[in-house]
């Protein structure tokens, strides 16, 4: 009976070792693939990456670029409101000037009638 005990122990370690040994290798071949996946994963990201870097690169460009847009927007729009300032001033003088050329010209007028009349 100590026999037969020894061959069914001995068959069950030796069931035992193969079952491992088919693990080993199917855990094998799965890194394998993992690794093969992860090598055509990071040769598909590598291009990809770079094009993210030059559209970032490019983004940036056209943030700065509408920022200096902007900026001149700025300058134009106090530019012409110092052109606005301007006329307004150069309407005001005009119309200081009519007053007081009509002044005048009232002046001259009544000096005039009063001349005609002593005369």
């Not at 094998?28 to 992860?38: D, R, S």
């Not at 094009?51 to 106090?78: A, P």
């Amino acid at each position: 009976m100590n026999t037969v005990l020894l061959g069914i122990i001995t068959l069950a370690v030796v069931l035992l070792v193969v079952y491992f040994i088919y693990l080993v290798i199917g855990i094998k071949k799965t890194l394998n693939t993992v690794n093969e996946f992860i090598v055509t994963t990071e040769s598909s990201l590598k291009p990809t990456l770079e094009e993210v870097q030059v559209t970032l690169q490019s983004i940036r460009k056209v943030t700065d670029d509408v920022g200096m847009v902007t900026d001149n927007i700025k300058d134009v729009s106090g530019s012409v409101m110092r052109i606005g300032e301007n006329i307004e001033e150069a309407s005001r003088a005009v119309k200081q000037t009519a007053a007081t050329s009509l002044s005048e010209t009232r002046g001259i007028k009544a000096g005039i009638k009063a001349g005609v009349d002593i005369l």
